[in-house]
């Protein structure tokens, strides 16, 4: 009897001492995720990259791809952390960027910019999924936040580049 009474109490102890330490675990969590860094105007603010806009040939050449002009304004909230638009749903975002492929103008489809179009398209499907999951970390996160706004420029410098190179082959020579 004695012994069962003291297996009893052995039993209520680890339960009780169970019990203490999982409430420690909550307050240590809690800790944890206010040491975080967030993703703020900020941190994407001090990027470290060459942000590249668009020339009036550029802008021009442009002002009838729709899906490229809602793509440049979402890029602009997502250089103010507003994440909503890359935060969605992922059906929607890529049915955007199938729609920003296929409105490619004509005299823009050339193997950079439309390679460029595929690396926003990556990335951007990277950024979502990141932003979606709990399990990755905030710098993680910056990191794909800096990989599309990189991807967005490069795509209008190699616009700006084609239109150029463009013009250029148009000049004949004097000679």
Known sequence: MKIGLALLNICFL??????????????????????KTLITAKAIENFNYSDYVLSTDGETAVADWEKYQEFAIQISYLKKADLSFF?????LLKKFIEE???GLPKNLETNPI?????????????LNENLRLDNISDQDKLKSVKEVVVAFSNLNYQINKKLERDKYDKIQSEY
């Open 14 to 35: 680890v339960l009780i001492s169970c019990d203490n330490n999982k409430a420690n675990g909550e307050v240590v969590d809690n800790e944890n995720t206010n040491k």
């Open 114 to 126: 439309v390679s460029r179009v595929a690396i926003i398209e990556t990335t951007t499907l990277r």
């Open 87 to 91: 935060n969605g749903d992922k059906e």
């Open 100 to 102: 920003l492929k296929a």
